[in-house]
């Protein structure tokens, strides 16, 4: 059966856009996960407010294990990708049963981490006397399907990298559409709560896990998942591919954890609780954001690698346009969303106009240097596709160590609130960074490829 798309042959601006489009479609829905937990658990009557300030406190967590997927998944998918463009049938196979055996590894454990020491992490996480019963117990049921998470969200990059874009969409949309049904059945019609919440979850990512093995088992990918050929220095070259994701999305957690103690330190007793929960709000907005920004560049991510393998040279670069175009007019769209409609997504979570009020304001500070972040996740995931770990790595860790340090100097001369600019300040400085440092490299790396023999393997 033929793949839906050909990354080495088809016109680049309708490829981009074939590849993007689900992709983004897909973190969007993804996003849906978390957002309609929150929405349900906001209007809970009596304890809306406090029961989701708890769940907020196992962002971190939810954020940290889905980081440990993208290590692996997008680790091992531009390098399966390259090998194909190699037209190396063998080494690409070699790859899918590596990272399988990977994830499996890690969901176990994973999960008996998290369950043994959850109680202090929640503390460390923000949680006070108040939310900690919420956060314990939608963390204590998620942390059991933690194996769902990590199969769903890692494999379904050897999905999209093989071309099957649409597929890798549907593959989240499965899992999210239940999500979205079972949430008022379980906490509302069951009167479960938190705890529904929690369990509507995970067997939403149940059933996305069991659709992405189902596709893989199949007979219609190119590469499928076997057993066996267990490499470790395969293992080492998929982790040094994957550090730059996994730190991206690993430090959004320590991001919210400086944000959330900041704000409880800062904030008081009479005030820390509700910040947090305004924080909670204007996170899961900024979510809308970075992960479907985050799907347009890592989802074209296979175009870059192909070519780089297929020594198509000129088809890279013009693959970074067309990404930048796609993700500059994405951040400008949502920059304007941002400023003019921010309340009708606060309403979503809450009724209360003290936090209206509060998350509102919130949502616009944190939203004015969205559009320099287009230039940000194009260089560093278009760097990553290429294998160049080091310099992506040192720019992500670079935007996140400015965010972290703005917040916590910021409310020591102003007060709580100051912290939420922070990370305006931290993603322009980031945009114009990475967009001087991609420039005085690309010319070199796309150079040092062109002049390596025909028939040399990348990163062998």
């Known amino acids: 059966?033929?793949?839906?798309?050909?990354?080495?042959?088809?016109e680049m601006k309708s490829l981009v856009l074939r590849l993007a489009i689900p992709s983004m479609l897909a973190q969007f829905v993804n996003v849906l996960y978390g957002i309609v937990d929150r929405m349900y658990i906001g209007n809970i009557p009596g304890e809306g407010a406090v029961a989701l300030a708890g769940v907020g406190v196992c962002g971190p967590i939810v954020t940290l294990i889905s980081s440990f997927a993208f290590l692996v998944g997008i680790g091992g998918a531009p390098l399966l990708a390259m090998r194909l463009g190699e037209g190396n049938q063998e080494g690409a196979q070699k790859i899918l049963s590596n990272c399988f055996a990977m994830l499996l590894v890690l969901s176990v454990l994973l999960t008996v981490g998290f369950l043994s020491f959850k109680e202090p992490l929640l503390y460390c996480f923000g949680a006070s006397d108040a939310t900690f019963p919420y956060a314990n117990t939608y963390m204590t049921i998620y942390g059991v399907g933690t194996v769902f998470a990590i199969l769903a969200a890692g494999l379904n990059q050897f999905i999209i990298c093989q071309g099957y874009s649409k597929t890798g969409m549907f593959t989240i949309l499965v899992g999210a559409v239940l999500n979205i049904i079972l949430d008022p059945v379980f906490i509302f019609k069951l009167n479960l709560g938190v705890a529904g919440a929690a369990l509507a979850t995970v067997i939403s990512q149940a059933a996305s896990s069991l659709f992405v093995l189902r596709f893989l088992r199949s007979d219609r990918p190119k590469v499928r998942i076997t057993f066996g050929g267990y490499d470790g220095r395969v293992l080492l070259r998929v982790l040094t591919f994957g550090i730059s994701p996994f730190v991206i999305i690993a430090t959004d957690s320590v991001v919210v954890i400086v944000l959330n103690s900041v704000l409880q330190r800062y904030g008081g007793p009479q005030r820390g609780d509700l910040l947090i929960t305004c924080?909670?709000?204007?996170?899961?907005?900024?979510?809308i954001v970075t992960l479907p920004l985050g799907g347009v560049t890592s989802g074209t991510q296979p175009i870059l690698s192909f070519n780089y393998g297929a020594k198509n040279l000129q088809r890279v670069r013009e693959a970074f346009r067309q990404i930048l175009k796609l993700t500059l007019c994405f951040t400008t769209i949502m920059f304007l969303i941002s400023q003019v409609a921010a309340r009708f997504f606060v309403l979503?979570?809450?009724?209360d106009p003290v936090v209206i009020q509060q998350s509102v304001w919130g949502i616009r500070?944190?939203?004015?240097?969205?559009?320099?972040?287009?230039?940000?996740?194009t260089w560093v995931d278009g760097l990553t596709a290429l294998g160049i770990a080091k310099v992506a790595i040192t720019?992500?860790?670079?935007?996140?160590?400015?965010?972290?340090?703005?917040?916590?100097?910021?409310?020591?001369?102003?007060?709580?609130?100051?912290?939420?600019?922070?990370?305006?300040?931290?993603?322009?400085?980031?945009?114009?960074?990475?967009t001087a440092v991609f420039f005085l490299l690309i010319g070199k790396i796309l150079?040092?490829?062109?002049?390596?023999?025909?028939?040399?393997?990348?990163?062998?």
Do not use: H
């Open 365 to 377: 500070v944190f939203t004015l240097a969205i559009i320099p972040l287009a230039f940000q996740y």
């Open 1 to 10: 059966m033929a793949r839906e798309n050909d990354l080495g042959r088809d």
């Open 395 to 434: 720019l992500s860790l670079s935007r996140k160590f400015t965010y972290i340090l703005f917040t916590v100097l910021l409310p020591q001369y102003f007060d709580a609130t100051a912290a939420f600019f922070a990370q305006p300040l931290a993603d322009a400085i980031a945009g114009c960074l990475s």
């Open 348 to 351: 979503i979570f809450t009724r």
């Open 279 to 287: 924080a909670t709000i204007v996170m899961s907005y900024m979510q």
């Open 447 to 460: 150079k040092k490829r062109a002049e390596m023999p025909d028939g040399q393997a990348l990163y062998e």
